[in-house]
């Protein structure tokens, strides 16, 4: 990125009123191409305006953030994705840089003082995260390694329990607010990471590492 040169942003939050106050801390310094309230809207508005920073937050209608932010880094865009979410806790931390891939993780409560220096630092090839969620990456990164059942995220967690409840792909996407598409997509996800083939290897995989209950 050339010295001086405005970042490309697109905001995608679906409240209206944190997209004006993003775009006020933004727009003096960066060029705002573009606002979702989406991940559909984040993904075609993004296809459109090819933004160097997508500044995005986790909870969205439709296929939800992280899907979306999946889609973004798996693509051949050069595009960076910044999470910005209310959540610091360290499965949504984790779930967000490890399996959607993003660039930065940025909590709302530190945006004010931090938002342009995260879009600057993703924009400029490198890594951010929020001064209050950095102790949690770096604490998971030295912890030992701990039972097979901790590798998956809470999404995955929860899918697998309504997997175990009986739950099709459809009742899945409907209980987390997801597509079925996202919801097909976890189950040969945990298929291949818990190394099954069947529904019922599954099942008794959840229940071996008592995810749930045998009764």
């Known amino acids: 990125m050339e010295s001086g040169s405005r970042i490309k942003v697109l905001l995608a939050d679906d409240h209206r009123l944190v997209r004006e106050g993003l775009r006020a801390l933004l727009e003096k310094d960066c060029e705002i191409v573009g606002e979702a309230s989406t991940g559909e809207e984040t993904l075609a508005i993004a296809a459109k305006t090819r933004p160097q920073v997508i500044v995005l937050d986790i909870q969205m209608p439709g296929i939800g953030g992280l899907a979306a932010a999946h889609r973004l880094v798996g693509g051949t865009s050069a595009t960076k994705v910044l999470v910005l979410s209310q959540y610091a806790d360290e499965e949504y931390v984790v779930e967000a840089l490890s399996e959607a891939g993003v660039a930065g993780y940025l909590v709302k409560t530190d945006a004010a003082a931090e938002l342009l220096n995260a879009v600057r630092s ?64 976890h189950r040969e996800n945990l298929k291949r990471k818990l190394d099954v083939r069947s529904t019922a290897a599954m099942v008794r995989w959840a229940i071996r590492h008592k995810l749930v209950r045998d009764d």
């Open 122 to 185: 993703v924009a400029g090839g490198k890594r951010y995260l929020s001064p209050s969620v950095a102790p949690i990456v770096l604490s998971r990164m030295n912890r030992p390694a701990a039972d097979d059942s901790t590798a998956l995220t809470r999404r995955e967690r929860e899918v697998l329990k309504l997997i175990c409840e009986g739950a099709g792909a459809k009742e899945i996407a409907r209980r987390l607010g997801i597509s079925p598409k996202t919801a097909e997509a």
